[in-house]
Structure formats: structure tokens, C-alpha cells
């Protein structure tokens, strides 16, 4: 009996070890993150490959140049990318054959890929000019949430689109969440219908959010898959909840779009890299008081998804991260 009480209190001792070892190391690597606003120090350039000349690179701070910025993070998307790519520029010079007011660029963030996503996104510059479509190069992989954040940082649109690599959601259903903008902004600037005839309204000066959501897909999508990923996908749910707070049903839904007003504020502060950044977008969003507007859109599976199970452990440490941060005031807000 002595050796069994011996046992349980050593396996007890091995778990408040563990405890204290676990929460140590997230109050140091959140404190490490303090000041991680800049990420990637190296400043971003666009290089036009038919002059090999290097561009001039805009800043979220500067005047919008264009009325879209379509940002799209790839990582290892030799095969993905060229389909989705072609949709979207179609869809785009569609517009822009309608519209002569309707400018556009797409900016590829090749995330250190390892495979020929550099050579198929230069072929998209080539054909289509480095007004219309830029790249930047990380170098090496820093996660999708850092890739997000350096396209925001140097787009040039009113309203700036962060959607997939794998064209899982339709490009048009942009106009789903660009007129939801519209509108909203409309009401609360008390502009009316003439909006659009008023010189001095511009979209990119009203701070708003719009999230693409799967979440009418959900009760088709949990007959569909099996019991475990449930189990994972409403434990994931209940820690954003408990993290972020209520608001928004899907945060993950890789198909968002900003002001540019928005856009400044929040990419400014964005310290995860990869999976959850989507939550911290959801929390700063609340703590800058801007609007959050969710929008069904229309998705699709697509085979070659980056998300596997041994992605729960990382997204789980950085909500961890997330909420020590801020919670303690380690991490601060740039206003």
C-alpha cells in the first residue's frame, strides 16, 4: 500500500512539473513576442521580371491606388495556384471591361516554397504586368498569417480580399461581402443611395469587416465527417470562444475582406504567424471597435489542404499565446 501511495504522489509531482514547465513556457515565448509587430524585418520588394527592375513598394499607410487588392498567401501551391490564378484575373478584367472605374491588383506571397510556386506566380507577372499582379518572397516559411500580413501591409486597394491558393471559394463571392460593406458604411455615414456620387466618400476611410463563413455548411459538413474531427473541430470552436469571445461562427474561413482603414489597424498588430491569426483578427477587430459583418459564401473542398491533425497542438498553443498576451498586457496595442 506505501509503494502504491509512493507512486501517486510522484506521478502528481510529475504533473504540477509538467503544469508549471508548460505555463512557464508560455509566459516566456508570449513574453518574447512582445514587440513582434515587424515579423519579417526585411522590407518587401516587388521586382518586375520582364525589366528585372525593382518597383516601388506602397505601404498600408500610403493613399489606396487601387479600388482591390486580392492577397494571396501560397505555400508549396505549384499545382493549386495556376487554376485558382486564372479565375480570379478573369473575374477581375471582367470587372474592370464593365467598370472603367474598377481597378485591381493580386498580390502572391510565396511563403518560402520549396517548390515551383515562385516560377508559377512570375508567369502570372509576365503575362498580365506588375500593376496588375506582384509577388513578394518571404525566403523561408513563416506561417500564413505572416504571409497575409506582409500582402496587407503593401497592397495598394480600397478594399483589400485575403482568399486561398486553392480557390476553395469563388472569387465573385467577393461582391457578397463588398456589397454587405457597402452598405454598412452607407448606414452608418448616413450617405444614402449617393454614396457613390459623393466625392468626398471613400470606402477606404471607414474602418469595417467582413468575414466569409462556412457555417451554414456545418450541420451537411458534420454528417459528412467522421466522429473525431467533430470532436476536434467543437473542442477548437469552444477554446476560440473562450479566447476571442462570441461573434463570429467560423473565424477560420480563409476568405476575408478590409477596409483599407481597417486593414491599417490591424495588420499593424498581428503577432501569430499561422493558423490562429484568424482569432487574433477577430479580437482585435473588438478591441478597435470595428465592424464585423459574417457573410455565407459559397466553399468546397479542395484536395491538398495544409491543415492535418498535428495542426490542433500548434493552433492550441498559439490561442494560448494569444490570450496570455494580452490578457497581461504583454502584448500592446498600437492604436
Given at each position: ?27 516566456f515565448e508570449a513574453y518574447r513576442r512582445r ?122 486597394g480600397e478594399l483589400l480580399l485575403m482568399l ?172
Open positions: 500500500m506505501g509503494f502504491l501511495w509512493t507512486m501517486v504522489e510522484l506521478l502528481i509531482a510529475l504533473i504540477l512539473i509538467a503544469v508549471f514547465v508548460l505555463v512557464s513556457t508560455i509566459f514587440n513582434n509587430h515587424t515579423h519579417v524585418e526585411a522590407t518587401a520588394v516587388f521586382e518586375d521580371p520582364n525589366s528585372l527592375k525593382q518597383v516601388p513598394c506602397p505601404h498600408i499607410s500610403d493613399p489606396a491606388e487601387k479600388y482591390i487588392s486580392l492577397i494571396i498567401p501560397a505555400y508549396n501551391e505549384e499545382h493549386r495556384l495556376p487554376g485558382a490564378l486564372e479565375e480570379m484575373v478573369n473575374y477581375l478584367q471582367q470587372r474592370a471591361a464593365k467598370d472603367k472605374s474598377f481597378s485591381y491588383e493580386v498580390v502572391i506571397i510565396d511563403d518560402g516554397s520549396a517548390d515551383g510556386t515562385k516560377r508559377v506566380a512570375f508567369d502570372f507577372v509576365r503575362k498580365y504586368t506588375v500593376d496588375k499582379v506582384r509577388v513578394i518572397l518571404l525566403g523561408r516559411n513563416h506561417g500564413k498569417g505572416e504571409a497575409i500580413r506582409k500582402g496587407m501591409l503593401h497592397s495598394r486561398d491558393a486553392d480557390g476553395a471559394t469563388k472569387v465573385n463571392d467577393l461582391e457578397k461581402l463588398e456589397d454587405q460593406i457597402h452598405a454598412f458604411a452607407r448606414k452608418e455615414g448616413n450617405y444614402g443611395d449617393s454614396a457613390s456620387r459623393n466625392a468626398s466618400f471613400r470606402i477606404s476611410d471607414i474602418p469595417i469587416a467582413a468575414f466569409g463563413s462556412r457555417a451554414h455548411l456545418e450541420e451537411k459538413a458534420l454528417a459528412a465527417r467522421k466522429w473525431y474531427r467533430n470532436f476536434l473541430m467543437k473542442g477548437f470552436h469552444l477554446v476560440v470562444l473562450l479566447t476571442a469571445g462570441p461573434g463570429i461562427r467560423d473565424t477560420q474561413c480563409g476568405f476575408k475582406m478590409f477596409t483599407r482603414a481597417a486593414a491599417r489597424k490591424l495588420f499593424k498588430n498581428i503577432r501569430l504567424k499561422r493558423w490562429c491569426f484568424d482569432v487574433e483578427l477577430v479580437f482585435l477587430c473588438k478591441w478597435f471597435n470595428i465592424p464585423m459583418i459574417e457573410i455565407s459564401v459559397n466553399w468546397s473542398e479542395i484536395p491538398g489542404s495544409k491543415v492535418n491533425p498535428l495542426s490542433i497542438p500548434n493552433m492550441l498553443w498559439e490561442l494560448a499565446l494569444m490570450s496570455v498576451g494580452y490578457r497581461t498586457r504583454m502584448w500592446t496595442i498600437r492604436t
